[in-house]
């Protein structure tokens, strides 16, 4: 059964740093992407990052991009989202997704499985 399970979200001032956890399991095999996704309150959800599991390569949304970096372990089995310089708006619940046909892009629709979430909240 697949499972992704998300951790590492908590309170931050802003200007902070937090580095969020997707736990991988039961996958068939190791050709998938993973990508972060967040949604603020009363808001659609919208894409951060994308990695491919395959070749690591990457995709970051202009929404906040050069504030994270999306990397995965060796194992290919854990994937990071690190969020710098957060600011309010920032705040949200925090998904990573799997899309089993690596399309890298971040249309939520394209990914097949997705983690329960994670509160980020950036607050003084």
């Known amino acids: 059964q697949v499972q992704l399970v998300e951790s590492g979200g908590g309170l931050v001032q802003p200007g902070g740093s937090l580095r969020l956890s997707c736990a991988a399991s039961?996958?068939?095999?190791?050709?998938?992407?993973v990508g972060w996704f967040r949604q603020a309150p009363g808001k659609e959800r919208e894409g951060v990052a994308c990695?491919?599991?395959?070749?690591?390569?990457?995709y970051y949304s202009e929404s906040m991009k050069g504030r994270v970096t999306i990397s995965k372990d060796n194992s290919g089995k854990t994937f990071y989202l690190q969020l710098n310089d957060l600011k309010s708006e920032d705040t949200g619940v925090y998904y990573c997704?799997?899309?089993?046909?690596?399309?890298?892009?971040?249309?939520?629709?394209?990914?097949?499985?997705w983690g329960q979430g994670t509160q980020v909240t950036v607050s003084s």
């Open positions: 990695i491919s599991n395959e070749d690591s390569s990457t």
């Open positions: 997704a799997a899309d089993m046909l690596m399309t890298m892009d971040l249309v939520p629709k394209e990914y097949d499985y």
């Open positions: 039961g996958f068939p095999h190791d050709y998938y992407a």
